[in-house]
């Protein structure tokens, strides 16, 4: 198989979502990933639910680690410097998400690493980053939702602000570590230098706030909060009820795709109607067109007849999905997103369905690893920096479960 990073070696100094996440997908495309996992109990995320197997690791943890090295080991150890410094003068990328300070009194920040290694592309993955007053808190994704003010955005327009239950700003700052990684690795390519990155995951939430970019254009507050179902400024650009007590998303705001709509419902009528001539009236005259919309859709006998028919036209729209619609659509099996994935070698269940991993090349092969159980590689990668079978067996006895 011809794989992008074959032959880069990481060090995933990592826990939970953010950082396995921007280091799993540089393992899909090829590298040889180390996580370091703490003794006896290894990444939290092993510990969560829900499990294939009482003794077996969470799923999300098999998922976000998968075709990685684990190497249990405590980082407070002199034995375990010993061990990460023979390491570190060799690798191209080193991964951490710990809060901003916490490695650098271990040993392991940039600084320190920098010194043996000056070439090294180092990746620190913070809630608030390097820099600011709140650089020094803690945080986890609810957090970065709230202060992000995407939590805001999100519910009905009389109701609470609402959390998404998925961990977006792990998996989105996952993202763009990996982008910002494989950006340092090509400024490398061209000029030797190594690079510290700095990725704060509320950073990138906010990036995904474009209320933001309306503060200062006159838009009221109240048109920059959650509205529930539907956009009250431009229509239709909402969920509208269906058949069987479903819903499905539509969106029509521009004129071609408006006009589109209109023939499915077989009414050509309302494209020049003046109540819903452009998607701003269409908007402020919402009410009406939920209305008609609606009656049209509950005209099939299922949401899945009304979306044929406008997939006909050409109509943007899909059913909201729930985790059970999006593993059975044969759509997502087709294209590897959700796929089998491997459990680690020292559990009963040998698959089970998953998020496969996302990158497409044309002309490169991307892996599904198989994910480790703790400690696996500690043996391998201790007699590789020189470490006797004697050394190993004392400190496996201090550091695996």
């Excluded at 951490?96 to 600084?111: A, C, I």
């Excluded at 509950?298 to 943007?316: C, L, N, R, W, Y």
């Excluded at 899909?318 to 059970?324: E, F, R, T």
Aim: proline share 5%.
């Amino acid at each position: 198989m011809k794989t992008i990073f074959e032959g880069l070696k990481v060090l995933d100094i990592t826990n939970l979502f953010a950082g396995p996440y921007a280091s799993v997908y540089l393992a899909d495309m090829g590298a040889e990933v180390i996580h370091i996992e703490r003794p006896k109990v290894g990444d939290d995320m092993r510990a969560y639910t829900p499990k294939l197997e009482p003794n077996g690791s969470c799923v999300s943890f098999l998922v976000g680690n998968r075709g990685k090295k684990s190497l249990c080991l405590d980082l407070a150890d002199p034995a375990a410097k010993e061990i990460l410094y023979k390491l570190i003068p060799d690798v191209d990328v080193i991964v951490e998400n710990y809060r901003p300070g916490v490695l650098d009194k271990l040993g392991y920040g940039y600084n320190d690493v920098v010194k043996v290694n000056p070439k090294v592309i180092y990746c620190s993955i913070s809630a608030y980053g390097r820099g600011g007053p709140y650089s020094n808190k803690g945080g986890y994704d609810p957090i970065t939702q709230a202060i992000s003010g995407m939590m805001d955005t999100a519910g009905e327009a009389d109701g609470l602000p609402q959390k998404n239950r998925s961990s977006l700003a792990d998996f989105i700052g996952g993202y763009v570590a990996y982008a910002e990684i494989a950006t340092a690795l090509y400024h490398r390519e061209k000029t030797g230098e190594g690079n510290f990155i700095d990725v704060s995951l509320t950073d990138c939430y906010i990036n995904c706030n474009c209320f933001v970019d309306q503060v200062d254009a006159g838009v009221a507050l109240e048109d920059m909060t959650r509205c529930g179902a539907h956009e009250p400024r431009i229509a239709p650009w909402g969920h509208f009820a269906a058949s069987g007590g479903e819903r499905i998303m539509i969106c029509a705001v521009n004129p071609t795709v408006w006009g589109k709509l209109c023939a499915a419902m077989d009414r050509p009528d309302l494209v020049d109607d003046p109540r819903f001539s452009n998607a701003v009236f269409r908007g402020t005259n919402q009410v009406e067109l939920i209305k008609i919309i609606e009656s049209f859709l509950q005209s099939f006998e299922t949401a899945d007849a009304a979306i044929a028919h406008m997939d006909k036209f050409g109509v943007p729209c899909s059913k909201i999905y729930n985790a059970i619609d999006v593993a059975n659509d044969p759509h997502f099996v087709s294209r590897g997103t959700v796929t089998q994935m491997h459990t680690s070698r020292d559990m009963k269940v040998r698959s089970f369905r998953g998020r496969g991993p996302i990158f497409k090349f044309s002309n490169a092969d991307t892996l599904l690893g198989v994910p480790p159980y703790l400690g696996e590689h500690n043996e391998e990668i201790m007699k590789s920096v020189g470490f006797s079978d004697e050394q190993i067996k004392e400190l496996n006895a201090k550091w695996l479960p």
